[in-house]
T-cell receptor, first 117, second 112 residues
């Protein structure tokens, strides 16, 4: 158990809908990351938050957004869902004291499996 | 573009043998490398990491080797066990970012 929790475990929804995925980082970790894992793209970095503020952005669609709250949990919002958004979504956390200079071990949660029908 | 490990091979080994999983990376500015194990239905699990100022690091039954000259990373698992069966990913990051770039992974199958 990595100490990172994610809910829900599974999510089934229809095209055009909006969903929210939730993540709680390990105790003491200030950085939260979101990754998408699909069969054809592998694990792709979406976005990083550090202590409530966006720190880095990856290949995140404009239909997707995220935020990190004062209690450090994070939510990933996916809207106008398309079939191709079906994937595993992982949250990871790290201590975050590296100032964005890399080299921090990231610990992953169990993921949320999203199926868009 | 950036890439780490361009294919998903399968490595089959007999229980008790040593396993070597390889990974090629393309960004010469990468200075932190990490190996994850992912079992079916679970999230990636941290195994071991290494920084670019080192060429070898050992953990419990695992060793990571880094060859910066040819941009190659390997994970060695000693005395492979059935519980080691999983997909193994290498990932990298460079000095100015925390984000990890993942390879496509290698599936390790352990036979009794």
């Amino acid at each position: 158990d990595s100490g990172v929790t994610q809910t829900p475990k599974h999510l089934i929804t229809a095209t055009g809908q909006r969903v929210t995925l939730r993540c709680s980082p390990r105790s003491g970790d200030l950085s939260v990351y979101w990754y998408q894992q699909s069969l054809d793209q592998g694990l792709q970095f979406l976005i990083q938050y550090y202590n409530g503020e966006e720190r880095a952005k990856g290949n995140i669609l404009e239909r997707f957004s995220a935020q990190q709250f004062p209690d450090l949990h994070s939510e990933l919002n996916l809207s106008s869902l398309e079939l191709g958004d079906s994937a595993l979504y992982f949250c990871a956390s790290s201590v975050g004291d590296g100032g964005g200079r890399g080299g921090e071990t990231q610990y992953f949660g169990p993921g949320t499996r999203l199926l868009v029908l | 573009g950036e890439s780490v490990g361009l294919h998903l091979p399968t490595l089959s080994v007999q229980e008790g043998d040593n396993s070597i999983i390889n990974c090629a990376y393309s960004n010469s500015a990468s200075d932190y490398f990490i190996w994850y194990k992912q079992e079916s239905g679970k999230g990636p699990q941290f195994i071991i990491d290494i920084r670019s100022n080192m060429d070898k690091r050992q953990g419990q039954r695992v060793t990571v080797l880094l060859n910066k000259t040819v941009k190659h990373l390997s994970l060695q698992i000693a005395a492979t066990q059935p519980g080691d069966s999983a997909v193994y990913f290498c990932a990298e990051s460079s000095y100015n970012t925390d984000k990890l770039i993942f390879g496509t992974g290698t599936r390790l199958q352990v036979f009794p």
